[in-house]
C-alpha cells in the first residue's frame, strides 16, 4: 500500500522529486522548491492526508541549505515528509496557507526563528518574536549562540481592527485573574456579542527547542518533561521514542505497558480537571468542587505509584525507571472507585439544567474549520474530527489493547465535555487492561551509541496528538521540534468565540484545554 | 437538588487537618535529596548527571566541598541512580519553603 502511494505520487510530479528515503513508517521525498505547495495541496487535498507539522532545520554546515519539512499522516501508519532545500542567499518560500490554512503558525514560525520568508503569506507579522526584538537574529540558526542577548529596540505591533459604529475593543490580558500563564485576547464587540477575537500569545517563549540542542540526550528527557506541566508523560514519552526509533531500539514489553499506564493516568487526571474548570466557570460550584476531588484522588494515585503526583521522572530512552508491578492492586482498587465516583457526578452534571444552559450550542467549532485548522484531541473530536493517535500511529502497548475513539459533531462546549467524559472511561478500561495482561521481563533496555539519524516521536497527549522531531548527529541532539497540540488549537478559539458572548469566553476557553506553556516553548 | 444532597453526604468530609496534622509521602516520594557525608567519596558522577546542575564541587582553604542545592532542583533521582556508594537519596520530606537560597543548600566538607 505505502509503495504503491509513493508511486502515485512520483508518478504525478515525476521530475519535481529529486530523492527519497525511508525509514521506518516514515517516507522523506526531497522536491523542488518551487513544486512543494503544489505536492502538499495534492497530499493534502486530493489524498486527504492532514497536514501535521511544518518545521525548518539549518543544515548550511553540510550543504550550504536550509531545509523545510511537511510532515503528513497518511493512512496504514504512515508519514510522509516533503522536504525543500532552502538557499541562504535566496531565504524564500512558497506560501502554503493559502491552500492549508493549518500551516499558517508554523510558516510563521519559520520566518522567526530562522529568517526564512514565506512569500506571499497572507498574515506576515511577526508570531514568536516581539516588536523589541530586532531585525536579522534567528535563534534557530546554528550560527545564533545560545548566550546571545539582543538588544532592544522600538517597533509596533499592529492589531486586526473591527471598525464601525458602537463597536468597542475588549483587551483581556496578558496578565490574567488567577496564577495562569499570560496571553493577550483582543476582542471586538458589538454589545454583548462577539465581533472578533484576536490572541497574540508568545509572551514567555523559552528558547526551548534551542536548549535541546545543548542538552545530553538522557538530560534532554526531563526537559521534554517539562515543556507542558500536565502533559509530562506525554511529552516525555514521544521524546524517548523518537530517539529509540532512531537508535533501532525497542523497549521491553514490560515497559511499554507501564508508559501506557502512565499516559492514561494522565489523560483522566487532566480531564477530571478540565471537567471541574468548565462546571467552575458556568457557575456549579458543586460539580467542580466533586471533579476537583476526583483529580485529587487520581494526583494521589500517581504520587503513590511513581513518587511524583505528575508523573515525572519515569520515562527514560529505552524504558521506564520504576517498576510498578507490585501497584497492580492499589491502582484497580483506586480505579473502580473513580468509576463509581465520575459516573454519578456526570449524571448530576449532565441533566442539570443551569450547566446545559451555559454549555450546550456555546463555542461552535465546525468540523470545517477544525479540519483546516488541524484541530487535534478532545476539541477535534468534539467536532467529528475521527482521529487519534493511539489508533492511527499506534505506539507503547495500545496495539495490543482495546478501547473506543469517542467523536461527537456538535462541536458545542458540551460536546468536548462529552468527549473527555467518554475518554475517561475508555483510559480506565485501558489501565484495567494493560494491568491484567502486564507482562514480565525488564522495565529498561540500555540506549548507547546511537547512530545518526532522526526519527518521529508521537503521542495522544490529554490535549491532542503531540509530535516530536528528533535527529541525532554525533550522539548528540542536532535539532529537536516539538509541536505540542496547543499549537495547532489555539488559533480555532477565534473561531469558538464568534457570535457567542463575552461572558462565555472562559467556558469556551476552559472547554478547549489550551496549554501556553507547550505552545510558547 | 435531593440528589446533590444525598451525594453531598454520601461523600462526607474528603479535607485533611494539614498543617496542623502532618501529611506523611508515600514511600517512594520523589522529595528533598540526602546526603549522607560517611559514605561519599566526592567522585562527582552526581554533579554530571544531574539535569539542572544544582549540585557541584569546589575546593577552598584546603577544603574539598560538596554543595547540593534545593533551589533549581527538578527532584528528578538522577543523581540517587548514579551515586557508586550510595551516599545520595531521595526522602520522603517536601516542606522546603525558605526565605534564603542560603537556607537551600545542603554541604558537606573534607580536609584535603
Known amino acids: ?521 | 437538588m435531593f440528589e446533590i444532597l444525598i451525594k453531598t453526604l454520601k461523600t462526607g468530609t474528603v479535607t485533611t487537618k494539614y498543617p496542623q496534622k502532618p501529611d506523611i509521602a508515600p514511600l517512594g516520594f520523589r522529595g528533598k535529596p540526602e546526603l549522607l557525608p560517611e559514605k561519599c567519596n566526592f567522585c562527582g558522577e552526581c554533579v554530571k548527571a544531574c539535569p539542572p546542575g544544582v549540585i557541584w564541587l569546589d575546593e577552598e582553604k584546603g577544603e574539598k566541598r560538596f554543595t547540593l542545592s534545593c533551589c533549581g532542583c527538578i527532584f528528578c533521582g538522577m543523581c540517587e541512580e548514579v551515586c557508586p556508594c550510595g551516599a545520595i537519596r531521595l526522602t520522603r520530606e517536601y516542606e522546603l519553603g525558605s526565605k534564603t537560597k542560603d537556607d537551600l543548600l545542603t554541604i558537606i566538607r573534607r580536609r584535603v
Not at chain 1, 454549555?359 to 487535534?376: D, M, Q
Not at chain 1, 489501565?431 to 545518526?452: F, K
Open chain 1, 1 to 521: 500500500m505505502s509503495e504503491e502511494l509513493i508511486e502515485t505520487i512520483k508518478k504525478e510530479f515525476r521530475s519535481n522529486v529529486f530523492d527519497e528515503t525511508v525509514s521506518n513508517n516514515e517516507h522523506y521525498l526531497t522536491v523542488k522548491k518551487e513544486a512543494a505547495v503544489r505536492i502538499c495541496d495534492y497530499l493534502y487535498h486530493t489524498l486527504d492526508f492532514p497536514l501535521i507539522s511544518i518545521f525548518a532545520t539549518d543544515e548550511r554546515a553540510k550543504d550550504g541549505c536550509f531545509k523545510i519539512h511537511y510532515i503528513f499522516s497518511c493512512k496504514d501508519d504512515m508519514f510522509i515528509i516533503i522536504k525543500i532545500k532552502v538557499e541562504e542567499t535566496s531565504p524564500r518560500f512558497a506560501t502554503l496557507t493559502h491552500k492549508i490554512p493549518a500551516a499558517n503558525w508554523y510558516e510563521r514560525e519559520i520566518q522567526d526563528m530562522f529568517g526564512l520568508v514565506p512569500v506571499g503569506h497572507p498574515d506576515p507579522r511577526r508570531l514568536i518574536h516581539f516588536e523589541d526584538w530586532p531585525a536579522g537574529f534567528y535563534p534557530l540558526r546554528k550560527d545564533f549562540d545560545i548566550r546571545t542577548k539582543p538588544p532592544r529596540v522600538k517597533g509596533e505591533y499592529i492589531y486586526r481592527r473591527v471598525e464601525g459604529e458602537g463597536v468597542y475593543e475588549i483587551p483581556v490580558g496578558p496578565v490574567h485573574a488567577g496564577v495562569i500563564e499570560p496571553g493577550h485576547f483582543r476582542f471586538s464587540v458589538a454589545g454583548e456579542p462577539i465581533l472578533n477575537l484576536e490572541i497574540r500569545h508568545f509572551y514567555t517563549h523559552k528558547g526551548v527547542e534551542k536548549l535541546f540542542e545543548s542538552l545530553s540526550i538522557d538530560k534532554a528527557v526531563f526537559l521534554a518533561e517539562r515543556i507542558s506541566g500536565d502533559n509530562s508523560v506525554a511529552h516525555s514519552a514521544a521524546f524517548c521514542q523518537a530517539v529509540e526509533k532512531v537508535a533501532g531500539v525497542d523497549i521491553p514489553p514490560h515497559a511499554k505497558y507501564i508508559r501506557t499506564i502512565l499516559l492514561e493516568l494522565e489523560r483522566i487526571y487532566n480531564h477530571f480537571g478540565d471537567i471541574a474548570g468548565i462546571a467552575t466557570d458556568v457557575a456549579y460550584p458543586f460539580g467542580a468542587a466533586h471533579a476537583n476531588r476526583l483529580k485529587e484522588q487520581v494526583m494521589q494515585l500517581n504520587e503513590k505509584v511513581t513518587g511524583s503526583r505528575l508523573l515525572r521522572g519515569m520515562n527514560t530512552t529505552g524504558g521506564v525507571r520504576r517498576d510498578i508491578g507490585d501497584k497492580n492492586e492499589l491502582i484497580s482498587k483506586e480505579l473502580a472507585t473513580l468509576q463509581n465516583n465520575f459516573r454519578e457526578l456526570m449524571e448530576l452534571l449532565i441533566s442539570s439544567p443551569s450547566v446545559a444552559d451555559r454549555i450546550e450550542t456555546t463555542g461552535r467549532i465546525s468540523n470545517e474549520i477544525a479540519k483546516g485548522l488541524h484541530v487535534v484531541g478532545p476539541a477535534g473530536r468534539a467536532s467529528g474530527i475521527d482521529g487519534d493517535t493511539r489508533r492511527d500511529h499506534p505506539y507503547a502497548a495500545y496495539p495490543e489493547l482495546e478501547f473506543k475513539v469517542p467523536v461527537r459533531k456538535a462541536g458545542d462546549v458540551n460536546a468536548r465535555t462529552l468527549v473527555r467524559a467518554d475518554e475517561v472511561y475508555e483510559s480506565i478500561m485501558l489501565i484495567q487492561q494493560a494491568l491484567s495482561r502486564l507482562p514480565e521481563g525488564d522495565i529498561r533496555t540500555d540506549v548507547n551509541q546511537i547512530p545518526d539519524g532522526y526519527a518521529l516521536g508521537y503521542t495522544e497527549a490529554p490535549r491532542g496528538e503531540t509530535l516530536y522531531w528528533v535527529h541525532i548527529s554525533n550522539g548528540r541532539i542536532e535539532r529537536c521540534k516539538v509541536r505540542d497540540p496547543s499549537f495547532c488549537n489555539w488559533l480555532a478559539i477565534e473561531y469558538a468565540v464568534l457570535d457567542n458572548i463575552v461572558p462565555d469566553f472562559p467556558i469556551i476557553n476552559k472547554s478547549l484545554s489550551l496549554s501556553y506553556s507547550g505552545n510558547d516553548m
